[in-house]
T-cell receptor, first 113, second 115 residues
Framework: GENVEQHPSTLSVQEGDSAVIKCTYS??????FPWYKQELGKGPQLIID?????GEKKDQRIAVTLNKTAKHFSLHITETQPEDSAVYFC????????????FGPGTRLSVLP | GAGVSQSPSNKVTEKGKDVELRCDPI?????LYWYRQSLGQGLEFLIY????????KSGLPSDRFSAERTGGSVSTLTIQRTQQEDSAVYLC?????????????FGPGTRLTVL
């Protein structure tokens, strides 16, 4: 089955700097890769996703890149702000088979003012 | 529109008691998922519903855990004879159509504490 690894487990950056979180997956059949942000006491919220037919997707300060050959994808946050502080989870799945939704262990991002 | 809702938001129970956790998915979403999140940990998949049927129960940790979904909408996760290791946040998510998109929308979770 699918296995998703995520690095780093914790990340501290200065406000205004960029943050990068990387995930690797094992199943080459996976074709959908979402990123979720979880704030304290709340459920995970989708922030961006990418499908395997594209290599990069951007939404304002957030971007995700996908390398299918290497089986890894990364979240990039530019111009970080204190409100970006949260736990970020990546996931991988095979579209059409919802039960194969596997999450990474999470990255705790702290943006220092 | 309304998002995924879960109740109760917090539940404190004594070891050995049964508990029921409820999830109301987004209206029209056919797929529903239950996850468990222990303190500071990632999301552990428990069970997945497509409509009222559960094609994947592989994540349920023991036979003390069961779940049902009625009318293709509300789902209940039941934990019998609770143990202290069951203490966690139980998250529910729903998605519109796994054949078209796997985007899952999460509820706020139920924090279960077993004393």
């Amino acid at each position: 089955g699918e296995n998703v690894e995520q690095h780093p487990s914790t990340l501290s950056v200065q406000e205004g700097d960029s943050a990068v979180i990387k995930c690797t997956y094992s199943d080459s059949a996976s074709n959908y890769f979402p990123w979720y942000k979880q704030e304290l006491g709340k459920g995970p919220q989708l922030i961006i996703d990418i499908r395997s037919n594209v290599g990069e997707k951007k939404d304002q300060r957030i971007a995700v890149t996908l390398n299918k050959t290497a089986k890894h994808f990364s979240l990039h946050i530019t111009e970080t702000q204190p409100e970006d502080s949260a736990v970020y989870f990546c996931a991988a799945s095979l579209m059409g088979y919802g039960q194969n939704f596997v999450f990474g262990p999470g990255t705790r991002l702290s943006v220092l003012p | 529109g309304a998002g995924v809702s879960q109740s109760p938001s917090n539940k404190v129970t004594e070891k050995g008691k049964d508990v029921e956790l409820r999830c109301d998915p987004i209206s029209g979403h056919t797929a529903l998922y239950w996850y468990r999140q222990s303190l500071g940990q990632g999301l552990e998949f428990l069970i997945y519903f497509q409509g009222n049927s559960a094609p994947d129960k592989s994540g349920l940790p023991s036979d003390r855990f069961s779940a049902e979904r009625t009318g293709g909408s509300v789902s209940t996760l039941t934990i019998q004879r609770t143990q202290q290791e069951d203490s966690a946040v139980y998250l529910c998510a729903s998605s519109a159509d796994p054949g078209a998109t796997d985007t899952q929308y999460f509820g706020p979770g139920t924090r279960l504490t077993v004393l």
